[in-house]
């Protein structure tokens, strides 16, 4: 089976840089993926990894490394509506077709 | 505007009851997922589709049961409601392979009492 690991929790002040590491273990993979989630929200996508390098969309970027098994999402110049949870999540291919499996989540606080 | 609706945002069942939850996507995508969200724990997939009439068992299948009979449309059920399936459910929706970006309804709260 599939299994990830993100740290619970992470705090940092606005105007920060935060990295949110995540290691996995599955078989069949197909890419790393990074989830947002406010309190009482629906996650929504951020990124996605499928090679290895990093990937940067504005004030976040996400980073893969398939010989390690570890990827992270970096957030950059930190504002308090970044406080949320953020999973990572890896897409496996196994018979033709995908699924996705989450880790349990990075719940990151932004204080002022 | 993409968009995944679930059928209701909060239920209320009592134990014993068969309960369905009902999940609609408009982006005519292949793929379908229903994951429980608890505390400490993340988002667990029960159960998923990757076609029509097609399922495949999750990591927590036990206790629930699955539909999709139309494309767009993805059922969750749960045969006999028991107290410690009160949980977060969210369902999304994906397309095939590739980018795998997934799409979520807001979810529903449901508490069996």
């Known amino acids: 089976g599939q299994s990830l690991e993100q740290p619970s929790e992470v705090t940092a002040v606005e105007g920060a840089i935060v990295q949110i590491n995540c290691t996995y273990q599955?078989?069949?993979?197909?890419?790393l993926s990074w989830y947002q989630q406010h309190d009482g929200g629906a996650p929504t996508f951020l990124s996605y990894n499928a090679l290895d390098g990093l990937e940067e969309t504005g004030r976040f970027s996400s980073f893969l490394s398939r010989s390690d098994s570890y990827g992270y999402l970096l957030l950059q110049e930190l504002q308090m509506k970044d406080s949320a949870s953020y999973f990572c999540?890896?897409?496996?291919?196994?018979?033709?077709?995908?699924?996705?499996?989450f880790g349990k989540g990075t719940m990151l606080l932004v204080s002022p | 505007d993409v968009k995944v609706t679930q059928s209701s945002r909060y239920l209320v069942k009592r134990t014993g009851e068969k309960v369905f939850l009902e999940c609609v996507q408009d982006m005519d995508h292949e793929n379908m997922f229903w994951y429980r969200q608890d505390p400490g724990l993340g988002l667990r997939l029960i159960y998923f589709s990757y076609d029509v009439k097609m399922k495949e068992k999750g990591d927590i299948p036990e206790g629930y049961s699955v539909s999709r009979e139309k494309k767009e449309r993805f059922s969750l059920i749960l045969e006999s409601a028991s107290t410690n399936q009160t949980s977060m459910y969210l369902c999304?929706?994906?397309?095939?392979?590739?980018?795998?970006?997934?799409?979520f309804g807001q979810g529903t709260r449901l508490t069996v009492v």
């Open positions: 999540a890896v897409s496996d291919m196994n018979s033709g077709y995908s699924t996705l499996t």
């Open positions: 599955t078989s069949g993979f197909y890419g």
């Open positions: 999304a929706s994906s397309v095939r392979g590739g980018r795998a970006e997934a799409f």
